[in-house]
């Protein structure tokens, strides 16, 4: 969530064209938009204008989006390989390999003053990495892939897996700390607020689960089709997309729904909260703008290919991927 405003009418300020669809989500740091393509390369972009910084080629498609911390960016690839570059020039730092595909965002924390990057492979493990020499620091194995990106609360890690299990993972040393029975398997990541977890999976269901007595708090249910997408959660409120073609509010504290605005495809992609306003892509090939406080759609853009790219927000602007190769910045032009 972010507090940021956005135009109720955005401009497209300006779009760049890559070799291939743009499933990753970009992640905006000082000034640049950081964003990986299935042309293999990792960009960065000025948000001002798009203009290419750099270009880095990490040699197989990316699906992972990016992290940026400290510096230096880390993102997966379709390859296992968790690469980390310089944020200023894209120059290769290490590589970490894990032993199959990466589609999760990379996550971090810090354990005194070394930074530690936390990265779900479909290898089932969840690998942890010194973010200044990509060596191992420890790994959890689970049942299956791991396909989100792994939140992280009050010392512990929380991931779903494809193995139907809400994971809570103890950061210092990769031990487990708790599984809780997730419903069925959890392909998005989980979103943590008041130690809670709510997240959306294959059966056809949204839950809300406390962590700490690891019991299921209420569970959405509409029509019988799964989520893919991750939650966006405020004071009152969790947003998501569905594969029923649906973006869904619902009450934060019992899961009843607020509202619901259809599109014309699935919604994969995560969606992002400005302020008083939801942006999220659809399958049909538009970006909505959409009230937070009753689901009126404001505005919508037809790209015309699927977006299955989470939007992000910075500086009045918003920056998303489509399946048509193009990153594309909506805003206020200045």
Known sequence: MSAEALPDKPSLVWNVKTGGPVKSSPAIVGGKVFVGSHDSNLVALALTDGKKQWS????????????????????????????????????????????????????????????????????????????????????YETGNYINGSPAIFEGKTVFGGCDAILHVISLKDGTKVKEIDGGAYIAGSVAIADRKAYYGHYENEFLCVDLEKGTNLWTFKDR??????????????????????????????????????PTRGKVDSSPAIASDKVVVGSDDGRVYVVSLANGKQLWSYEIGQPIESSPAVADGRFVVGSNDGGVYCFGVKK
């Open 224 to 261: 019988a089709f799964p989520y893919f997408s991750s939650a966006a959660v405020t004071g009152d409120r969790v947003v998501f997309g569905g594969r029923d073609k649906k973006l869904h509010c619902v009450n934060r504290a019992n899961g009843k729904e607020v509202w619901s605005l």
């Open 56 to 139: 880095y080629p990490a040699g197989e498609q990316i699906e992972s989006s990016p992290l940026v911390q400290d510096g230096k960016v880390f993102v997966g690839d379709m390859n296992g390989v968790l690469h980390a570059v310089n944020a200023a020039d894209g120059k290769p730092l290490w590589k970490y390999e894990t032993g199959e595909k990466i589609v999760g965002g990379p996550n971090y924390f810090r354990d005194g003053n070394a930074l530690k990057i936390i990265v779900g492979s479909h290898d089932f493990k969840l690998h942890c990495v010194d973010a200044a020499t990509g060596k191992s620091n420890w790994l």
